[in-house]
């Protein structure tokens, strides 16, 4: 069965300091693979999605990127955090079904706080 | 660019009362999905509608995909206390790219 994996679960970072969230799927090929980041009480802000290794569509311009270095590892960084940074980041996959949909399975996410 | 609007954005309902939320998205969909995230937790994927007009019930929950693919509702008939999280539709176009509506956050005095 297929199975997402993200790291750390929590972490509280310093303003200006960099960021490495990392989530990996097991059990699936080729997955469809998403950051998204939520707001204290807020919904779900899609940040980059990858259809492919070295494939990455960003969505909101910020002072966050992502990368694939491998099918089944998505990355999210940031090189200078800021306060706005803070929320909960999701990650989660999902392969490409024969009508063309896609349904997300989600990690259990990692919550970052900006001090 | 394309926005999922998602009313209400908060209910609170006493426990056996009805309830339901409401999606709009500024573009046609080719489907609609429906997630739960319990307080502290991840979305949990519920169902997705592909088909105009579309309805499927899951136990006490009703989904509705409107006629021009554009809305969507559910309903839950008869809250319990288990029924409490936040419910977010979310729209996939194309491109495997899935906005999310700001969901409705459900809570329910027993």
């Known amino acids: 069965s297929q199975t997402i994996h993200q790291w750390p679960a929590t972490l509280v970072q310093p303003v200006g300091s960099p960021l490495s969230l990392e989530c990996t799927v097991e059990g699936t090929s080729n997955p469809n693979l998403y950051w998204y980041r939520q707001a204290a009480g807020r919904g779900l802000q899609l940040l980059f999605y990858?259809?492919?290794?070295?494939?990455i569509s960003s969505e909101v311009p910020q002072n966050l990127s992502a990368s694939r270095p491998q099918d089944r590892q998505f990355i999210l960084s940031s090189k200078k955090l800021l306060l706005s940074d803070s929320g909960f980041y999701l990650c989660?996959?999902?392969?490409?079904?024969?009508?063309?949909?896609?349904?997300?399975?989600f990690g259990a996410g990692s919550r970052l706080t900006v001090l | 660019g394309q926005q999922v609007m998602q009313i209400p954005q908060y209910q609170h309902v006493q426990e056996g009362e009805d309830f339901t939320t409401y999606c709009n998205s500024s573009?046609?969909?080719?489907?609609i999905q429906w997630y739960k995230q319990r307080p502290g937790g991840h979305p949990v994927f519920l169902i997705q509608?592909?088909?105009?007009?579309e309805v499927k019930k899951q136990k006490r929950l009703t989904f509705q995909f409107g006629e021009a693919k554009k809305n969507s509702s559910l309903h839950i008939t008869a809250t319990q206390t288990t029924d409490v999280g936040t419910y977010f539709c979310?729209?996939?176009?194309?491109?495997?790219?899935?906005?999310f509506g700001s969901g409705t956050r459900l809570s329910i005095r027993p």
């Open positions: 979310a729209g996939y176009s194309s491109a495997s790219k899935i906005i």
């Open positions: 989660a996959w999902s392969v490409t079904g024969a009508s063309g949909a896609n349904v997300l399975t």
């Open positions: 573009t046609t969909l080719s489907n």
């Open positions: 990858s259809v492919g290794i070295g494939q």
């Open positions: 509608l592909v088909k105009s007009g």
